[in-house]
Nanobody
Framework: QVQLVESGGGLVQAGGSLRLSCAAS????????MAWYRQAPGKQRELVATITSGSSTDYADSVKGRFTISRDNAKNTVYLQMNSLKPEDTAEYYCKFTNKWSRYDADYWGQGTQVTVSS
C-alpha cells in the first residue's frame, strides 16, 4: 500500500505563485512515476505534469513555461511549482503515484488540494 498526503493549495491572485507538495509513504518500487492532475468543476480531470524515478518530465501544453514538477527521492515527495498563475488554473489538484512493477502498474491517488486563482 502507498499513502499520499498533499499540501500547499490556497487562494492567490493572478500572476502569483504556489508550490504544491505530495509525500508518498509505504511500499515504493524502484521504478515509479509521480504526476499531478487537476479537475475544475464541470470539467474532466486532466494531466498537468509527470516525473519519472529517473527525473524525466512532461507537461501539459497549458502549463509549459509556468509550472515545474520536481521530486526528492530521499523523501519520496513530488512538488509542483506554479508560477504566473491564471484564473483558468483554478481547480482541485491531485497527486498520483504509480508503482511500476515488472508485470503490472499500481496507481494511488492523493486526497486533492484546492487551488483558486482570482482575477
Amino acid at each position: 500500500q502507498v499513502q499520499l498526503v498533499e499540501s500547499g493549495g490556497g487562494l492567490v491572485q493572478a500572476g502569483g505563485s504556489l508550490r504544491l507538495s505530495c509525500a508518498a509513504s509505504g511500499r515504493i518500487s524502484t521504478i515509479n512515476t509521480m504526476a499531478w492532475y487537476r479537475q475544475a468543476p464541470g470539467k474532466q480531470r486532466e494531466l498537468v505534469a509527470t516525473i519519472t524515478s529517473g527525473s524525466s518530465t512532461d507537461y501539459a501544453d497549458s502549463v509549459k513555461g509556468r509550472f515545474t514538477i520536481s521530486r526528492d527521492n530521499a523523501k519520496n515527495t513530488v512538488y509542483l511549482q506554479m508560477n504566473s498563475l491564471k484564473p483558468e488554473d483554478t481547480a482541485e489538484y491531485y497527486c498520483k503515484f504509480t508503482n511500476k512493477w515488472s508485470r503490472y502498474d499500481a496507481d494511488y491517488w492523493g486526497q486533492g488540494t484546492q487551488v483558486t486563482v482570482s482575477s
